[in-house]
């Protein structure tokens, strides 16, 4: 039985259907995370992650193995998200992303609803970029592998978080303001 | 919230909260939908097999428009060595197929269009040397609406054509775009690729991509860019997929972009529907 992500990956690259079926089975869960904390919406999440796992079969021959698969399958997210709200805004018919916050909260217990609305306030006034740089790091996801998700440096997406945590900071600040 | 040093630590606990697991009915769906896309794909990417490669390929027309242009192809027909009781003889009309059309974009039905979408875009239909067919270019850009008549009809009725049946060339030249000075312009999916325009509304193969290094570029006016539009929506049925970030939505967003002329044959209507069609 195949346990590591790269031999599984190349499997299903090379027509192993349950190589494919053990990727998605093992992965689904984090990629749906994913696709949740980039849209802010379960919907939203709920259709990205079915257009990312419909897509994967013509995209898991071009995982090279040089990066981690989870990687790999995140910057495959992070780019059908991109890809999602643009043609989106093409339509007009975009929310902004982590702008509906009603159906999340609808179902949590009062403190745990406050915590959502800050949330979703926060995301919500941060720009597209912080947000999809935290959407990556606050799920424990390394600089350095958000960096490689991002198709940017290290330090482009340390920068992010430090502006972000700004941003955050004054959030409260004119919060607490009188 | 309580006051912390970093609300970056609230945040995270506030995701962490807030991210609901994945609802159970919908996995299953999607993991079913995206494994019997992959036994799909699989299935497409098999070789026929064998002895019956040839057959596949007659049937498919890649053959008969090999024979149909290249003198090495016409050596193939002693090497095929058909049965008597074999496929019959090719149609003068599917001898006429367009055959740089039909050695590229069978390529590209095969091969792993994800994978191969760069090098297949890097090499247009229209880099043969063999000329343009009248099916293959279009009789005339004044009169010839049916290409994308054709095409919308298709789509509208849920089917997508196949590659082989998709020539960026008939279909640009389809448009009634009047006489303008030749130029050649860059397009927007393809930077090694220009749209090359003779300027004369009576050749039928007016419009044709090019290398980009063939000739000089200029900024496109409103008609070029709709024909642009045109071509990059055809380049994207023939290549299958989006390419490279280049896609249907965009083509229909280029095409809305301008205004051109009266459009007597109505074969700019019949575009911009057919854009619209599969981008719903």
Known sequence: MMTDDSELARAAADGDAAAFAAILDRHYAG???LCFRLTGARPEAEDLCQDICLALPGKISSYAGQAKLTTWLYRVAVNAAHDRRRKQARHAKARDGWGDWEANRRAADAETATQIDWLHQAMGALPETLRDTLALTLDDITHAE?????GV??????WRISQARKALRAMRTAEDAP | MTDREDDLDDLKAAMTAATPAP???RQRQ???QAQAAFARRQAQSQP?????????DLLSGRVWAGLATTATALIAVGVLMLP???PPAPSPASLSAPAPDAALQGEASVASREGTSRTLMATPEVLSDTPATPEASGDSPRTTGDPWAALAADLSAGRLPSPEAVSVRALVNALDVPALPPASYAVPWNPDVRLADSGDPSDPDRFRLQPAAQTAVSDPDAWITFVIAAAGFAERLRLGEDIDGWDTEDALALAESVEVGADQSAVRIAMRDAVRLLAD
């Open chain 1, 153 to 158: 440096s290290e330090g482009t997406v340390s």
């Open chain 2, 23 to 25: 609802d159970p009915a």
């Open chain 2, 84 to 86: 008597p009781e074999g």
């Open chain 2, 48 to 56: 026929t097999g064998g002895g019956l490669t040839w057959l596949a």
């Open chain 1, 31 to 33: 990629l749906f995370g």
């Open chain 2, 30 to 32: 999607t993991l079913s």
């Open chain 1, 146 to 150: 958000a960096a490689e998700i991002l």
